[in-house]
């Protein structure tokens, strides 16, 4: 672990560190931040057989007047649909002045590694998950680019999103209450978000899990509020046989909602190269918290075992992949009608 933090209150200005987030949207942004604010990592890890499926979700949350802050974390059981929310003050959240890392009192999260240490009368959550073979956006080490492009530079943006890992293999185990989870060769993926709040209406699905090994897909589309108006906006990315393909607004690929129910989602997505057919069914859900205005005021149902079917086809109809998988994660959440209606416009 890195011993080089800081804790939440104790800078304001932390020379260099400027840079060093903005080359990484994966390290901790919100230094500078005392009220509206929220951010929030996303792990999901998933065991080899597919029998433990566990998102685990730690971050800050800072009030619109900044009254209330303090630190959290969120676990999704994927099998059950149960959740957890654990808050604790936000003199217990720390961060690395180096790279992404992050401590909430005994708990420990980074790119690494994931450490679970929480103790009351109620629950006990115990163990620790390594990390290996991290799949990036980019090989540059130097620079890593953020899945907005250059969106991700737009200062009045409501809402931030990246990318810290698109696949990679886990060890070790979690232990809730006497149950074991074992993700021993497992896979996983790490993405985030920060911003004040998240957006009125979105859809945000992912997978890592397909017949095909290191295959990896994400995709999140939602209402985007932009100078005074709206628009519908999109993201995310396809990794197949070790090459990352990248699909977005801002790389004026086209995107349009076939169907939109509470529970099924089908979109087509065109861009130069590819054509993806995307097809996503939500079973049982588990209510998460989100923010609003910086106060994780909001609730929204998630769902991180979904059925997705996925086809790519390149411009000349060839299929390059088609698979089904029943590990995915889905969010159908607001009005998913403007963001069809927005999409036509």
Not at 239 to 265: K, P, W
Not at 290 to 299: F, H
Not at 305 to 310: G, P, S, V, Y
Request: aromatic residues 12%; glycine residues 8%; proline residues 2%.
């Amino acid at each position: 672990m890195i011993k080089n933090f800081s804790t939440f209150k104790s800078h304001l200005y932390i020379p260099g560190y400027g840079i060093r987030k903005m080359k990484d949207p994966a390290m901790f942004q919100g230094n500078n931040k005392r009220r509206k604010y929220f951010e929030g990592w996303y792990f999901k890890m998933v065991s080899a057989d597919g029998s433990s499926i566990l998102s685990v979700i730690p971050g800050i949350s800072l009030s619109h007047n900044g009254e209330e802050q303090h630190a959290f974390i969120q676990i999704i059981d994927g099998k059950t649909a149960n959740t957890f929310y654990y808050d604790f003050p936000i003199e217990d959240f720390a961060f690395s002045k180096e790279r992404f890392a992050v401590r909430i009192g005994n708990n420990y999260f980074s790119e690494n590694s994931l450490v679970l240490d929480i103790q009351n009368d109620a629950t006990s959550i115990i163990g620790s998950i390594q990390m290996s073979n991290q799949v990036h956006l980019t090989n540059n080490k130097k620079k890593k680019v953020g899945i907005m492009g250059w969106y991700r530079f737009a200062p009045f943006m409501q809402c931030y999103h990246g990318v810290v890992s698109l696949n990679h293999q886990l060890t070790g185990t979690i232990t809730m209450d006497n149950e074991t989870y074992n993700f021993e060769n497992g896979v996983g993926y790490i993405e985030k978000d920060w911003g004040k709040s998240m957006p009125s209406s979105w859809v945000w699905l992912q997978s890592n899990n397909f017949n095909s090994d290191k295959t990896s897909f994400m995709l999140s589309v939602a209402n985007i509020p932009w100078l005074g108006r709206s628009f519908t906006g999109f993201l995310g990315f396809f990794l197949h046989n070790g090459t990352v393909q990248r699909f977005g607004t801002y790389t004026n690929a086209n995107l349009v909602m076939e169907a939109s129910i509470s529970d099924t989602i089908i979109i087509i997505i065109s861009d130069k190269k590819f054509n993806y057919h995307i097809e996503a069914y939500r079973t049982q859900s588990g209510l998460l918290k989100a923010p609003v205005k910086g106060s994780m005021d909001r609730r929204i149902a998630e769902s991180i075992d979904a059925t997705l079917k996925l086809i790519v086809t390149d411009k000349k109809t060839n299929i390059i992949f088609e698979e089904n998988t029943s590990i995915a994660g889905l969010e159908i959440v607001g009005n998913i009608r403007k963001l069809v209606m927005d999409d036509k416009r």
